[in-house]
């Protein structure tokens, strides 16, 4: 039965006793659940594919992992969802998956149709799939003939991507350069995680799974029920917002206020728009093609929140957090979420600090953290302290296989869709100097400060004292044209923050 209290009625000071006598699960429900879930796993394992072939070859059913609100232990007293994830043997990779689904998907519907009388419950098949495109999971309910409320199911099949690593380590980068490199759907594989999602869930303390639970209530009673056929965030984001709450507010702390972290939540969620959110718990920015991917994907219109899992999995995307938005802003003004001091609480940014380095051709570099909203004019306070700069700061950074890019003082690291570490070049001009770019062979620029009426000539010896070749070995172009040493910057038209490029003069073997 679902709570009869009304979330929005409770003062925010009776958040505990309403998550303890409305939303956690008491004990008969949990076994109903767990009855369930052992009935069809044995079904599955046993029963659905005896004599059953597919691409010539029998199919075994390597494992069966427990996902959903029931594997992660944040069940609701009233409702339950369950994800079976069927590794099988047929699938020895991941276009393996996406080809042989459908056939396997249609073999369980069969065989649960036929023998679903054994199983001792009622169940229904889901009639909704979309007919335009491969069904990835087979979806259907089920219902304990003694009991009246409902347990929804989810079958997957995937491919056993992590064999037999623990969920609680970081994957090697093979196994996620392959999955970046599948060509698969965004998110289209994440059942193959699904261990590792479970385990990050899991393995949090029970307060933050009390919290994770009235964030869900909140979202089934006052979004899904107002907004039934709209394409609404799924609970797994709200989910993850909500450990990124706790991990910032509490500094991960087990002792807190249900009502703060719930009001921390709304506040997110009403701010959607700045959120941009990442783990590296299961897969870091070592590995190239990983590090390029999940930079491409912290670039995406915002919100992101990618799972911690699979990078391919931006929980954030094409859904509409408007109306979640809206909902928040008037949660916020219930009596769950007023509080004697309002600014009191968790203070938490849509997005982590940043760490950034900053070079000064000569200097040694160094390393702080920014907050990514927070104008880089602010940046640049701290770096001429340390610095000890009196000129003009000219900040400048260079994403792989693109042109360098100046920093403007009034915009930040957001705006650049920077929400990762990055590399600043901090260069110090004076008046009349303009900074120009100059790119070497590996598509690595540097700046360097230099009067227009100074020569290229004159460029070339800054670019040897900077560590570059020898002025001798240098030959400088500037739109496809060979620049003469004894020309100026001004006379060949070029201007502040225009990329030159430099090449290395090959010298003839004697």
């Known amino acids: 039965m679902e709570p009869c209290w009304d979330l929005y009625e409770t003062p925010a000071d009776s958040l505990d006793t309403f998550v303890c006598q409305s939303l956690q699960p008491q004990r008969d429900w949990k076994e109903e659940v ?6 069809i796993q044995r079904f599955l394992k046993d029963q659905c594919f005896r004599d059953e072939l597919i691409a010539d070859q029998e199919i075994r059913v390597l494992k069966v992992v427990k996902g959903g609100s029931s594997g992660k232990g944040t069940t609701l007293n009233y409702s339950s969802d369950v994800d079976l994830v069927l590794f099988l043997s047929c699938f020895s990779s991941f276009q393996d998956q996406a080809c042989l689904r459908e056939a396997i998907i249609s073999i369980i519907e069969e065989k649960l149709t036929h023998c679903s009388r054994s199983l001792a419950y009622n169940i229904t098949v889901a009639q909704h799939r979309e007919r335009t495109r491969v069904p990835r999971s087979l979806s259907f309910e089920v219902q304990a003939r003694k009991n009246s409320d409902i347990i929804s199911v989810d079958v997957l099949p995937a491919f056993n991507a992590i064999g037999n690593f623990p ?11 392959t999955l970046i490199t599948s060509g698969g759907c965004p998110g289209e594989f994440t059942p193959s995680f699904t261990e590792l999602q479970r385990h990050f869930v899991k393995s949090r303390p029970t307060k933050l799974k009390n919290l994770l639970r009235l964030v869900k209530h909140w979202y089934l009673q006052y979004l899904k029920h107002k907004y039934r056929k709209v394409a609404l965030p799924p609970k797994y ?12 507010g509490t500094d991960e702390s087990e002792n807190f206020y249900l009502n703060e972290g719930f009001i921390a939540v709304m506040k997110l969620l009403r701010d959607y728009e700045d959120i941009c959110i990442y783990w590296t718990k299961y897969y870091d920015f070592q590995n190239e093609v990983v590090r390029t991917f999940i930079k491409q994907q912290l670039k995406k219109p915002r919100p992101v929140i990618l799972d911690p899992a699979d990078p391919t999995n931006n929980l954030g ?5 408007d109306l979640v938005a809206k909902e928040a802003v008037h949660c916020l003004r219930q009596a769950c979420c007023r509080t004697e001091d309002p ?13 950034v380095m900053v070079k000064q051709t000569g200097k040694e570099a160094w390393k702080f953290w920014v907050d990514p909203y927070s104008p880089i004019w602010k940046m640049k306070v701290e770096i001429k302290k340390t610095f000890g700069l009196s000129g003009q700061q000219r900040l400048s950074f260079q994403e792989p296989g693109r042109e360098r890019q100046l920093l403007s003082s009034q915009r930040t690291l957001a705006y650049y869709g920077i929400f990762s570490k990055v590399t600043v070049w901090v260069l110090e001009t004076f008046p009349s100097e303009i900074q120009v770019f100059v790119k070497d062979s590996s598509g690595q620029s540097k700046p360097y400060a230099i009067h227009p009426d100074n020569s290229i000539y004159d460029l070339k010896k800054e670019i040897e004292e900077a560590g570059g070749p020898d002025v001798a070995d240098q030959i400088l172009k500037f739109q496809g044209r060979k620049l003469w040493n004894r020309r100026s910057l001004s006379d060949l038209q070029i201007e502040d923050c225009d990329t030159i490029t430099l090449i290395r003069r090959e010298h003839s073997s004697p």
């Open 167 to 177: 969920p609680n380590s970081k994957l090697p980068p093979e196994i996620y350069e």
């Open 237 to 248: 984001a709200l989910e993850l917002l909500t450990i990124y709450a706790w991990e910032i």
């Open 34 to 39: 767990q009855d369930a879930w052992e009935r």
């Open 343 to 355: 600014h009191q609480g968790w203070h938490v940014q849509g997005a982590r600090d940043v760490q």
């Open 317 to 321: 995307r094409e859904k509409r957090w």
